[in-house]
């Protein structure tokens, strides 16, 4: 499976997918795109000869279907990419487009809810466990069927960075699980939901 994947910054999440996929027999990272071009995460698939791309224009339909379809890309993977994807990829590539959430969604999700602001909702909230989810896209924030999550525990005295380095490690761990038996399957499909 020839998979590409969207970051904003960081790329931990993408980091994880390079080091779990291996020499790619199963899934493939082919491209590696994002809205910003100064995003470490760019740096990272250049280092292993990974096409980069960064978009001049992430609301481009058509920068980003050109991009996949030059790729052969059969899955695109929202790895901490903030920006909302075109409609029009979407449709193109329905039930082809996943993305990982810092909790577990349905809860706490939706616009807005993004990195340090949805531990800092969870804290508030006083729930006992967050985790992380693999969902599709859709054309909402946050929708689309779910299909894995992972559960994370909320300790005593935990302030929203170590529960987001928290969940950060099952991110790191769920993600590239899908990845792979979405490969296995041909498309993305639900898997097992982890506790850890
Ligand atoms: C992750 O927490 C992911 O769930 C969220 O953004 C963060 C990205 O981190 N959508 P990284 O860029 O993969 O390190």
């Known amino acids: 499976m020839r998979v590409?994947?969207?970051?904003?910054?960081?790329?931990?999440?993408?980091?994880?997918?390079?080091?779990r996929l291996g020499n790619g027999d199963e899934a493939r990272i082919v491209l590696v795109l994002s809205d910003r071009p100064d995003a470490p995460a760019l740096d990272r698939a250049r280092e292993r000869n990974v096409a980069a791309l960064?978009?001049?224009?992430?609301?481009?339909?058509s920068e980003w279907l050109a991009a996949l379809e030059a790729h052969s890309v059969d899955?695109?993977?929202l790895a901490g990419f903030l920006k909302l994807v075109p409609s029009e990829v979407i449709a193109r590539y329905r039930g082809r487009i996943i993305n990982v959430?810092?909790?577990?969604?349905?809860?706490?999700?939706?616009k807005g809810m993004y990195g340090i602001r949805?531990?800092?909702?969870?804290?508030?909230s006083g729930a006992a466990e967050t985790g992380c989810t693999v969902h599709l896209v859709e054309?909402?924030?946050?929708?689309?069927?779910?299909?894995?999550?992972?559960?994370?525990?909320?300790?005593?005295?935990?302030?929203?960075?170590?529960?987001?380095?928290?969940?950060l490690e099952q991110e790191h761990r769920l993600l590239p699980?899908?990845?792979?038996?979405?490969?296995?399957a041909g498309?993305?499909?639900?898997?097992?939901?982890?506790?850890?």
């Open 4 to 19: 590409a994947v969207a970051v904003s910054g960081r790329g931990s999440n993408l980091e994880a997918l390079f080091a």
């Open 54 to 61: 960064a978009l001049r224009d992430w609301r481009s339909a």
């Open 75 to 77: 899955l695109l993977v």
């Open 101 to 110: 959430h810092p909790a577990l969604l349905p809860a706490f999700g939706g």
């Open 118 to 124: 949805v531990h800092e909702a969870v804290l508030r």
């Open 139 to 167: 054309e909402e924030y946050d929708r689309g069927m779910i299909l894995a999550q992972a559960r994370v525990p909320v300790l005593p005295g935990d302030n929203a960075e170590a529960l987001a380095a928290r969940v």
């Open 177 to 184: 699980a899908v990845v792979l038996a979405a490969a296995r």
């Open 187 to 196: 498309l993305p499909v639900a898997i097992e939901s982890a506790r850890t």
